[in-house]
């Protein structure tokens, strides 16, 4: 099993940047994809985007992509999402979670489980 803990999220206003960590424990994390997902108040959580096990392929929601890049760093069991020109609507509780399937089937994977999240708040 892995166990994941996400941070960096934090105020920001529109245009600016943040990095988030997805920080695993458990000697599996580099077998598993990876994806970001986030929750806005009064909505349902969404997928952001994916990463496989090699960092080689990775998948994006339209809504991210071209602002956002997931990178992971297995040396170090930790998964980042770099988001730039960020918008009001980012604002969200970001979760990251674990899957051993591919980076498309993570994004509809129902999750018996998350962590806490990190939240992002983007002011205009």
């Known amino acids: 099993q892995v166990q994941l803990v996400e941070s960096g999220g934090g105020l920001v206003q529109a245009g600016g940047s943040l990095r988030l960590s997805c920080a695993a424990s458990?000697?599996?994390?580099?077998?598993?994809?990876i994806g970001w997902f986030r929750q806005a108040p009064g909505k349902e959580r969404e997928f952001v985007a994916a990463i496989n096990w090699s960092g080689r392929s990775t998948y994006y929601a339209d809504s991210v992509k071209g602002r956002f890049t997931i990178s992971r760093d297995n040396a170090k069991n930790t998964v980042y999402l770099q988001m730039n020109s960020l918008k009001p609507e980012d604002t969200a509780v970001y979760y990251c979670?674990?899957?051993?399937?591919?980076?498309?089937?993570?994004?509809?994977?129902?999750?018996?489980?998350w962590g806490q999240g990190t939240q992002v708040t983007v002011s205009s």
């Open positions: 979670n674990a899957d051993p399937g591919h980076v498309l089937t993570i994004a509809t994977t129902k999750f018996g489980s």
């Open positions: 458990g000697r599996t994390f580099s077998s598993y994809t």
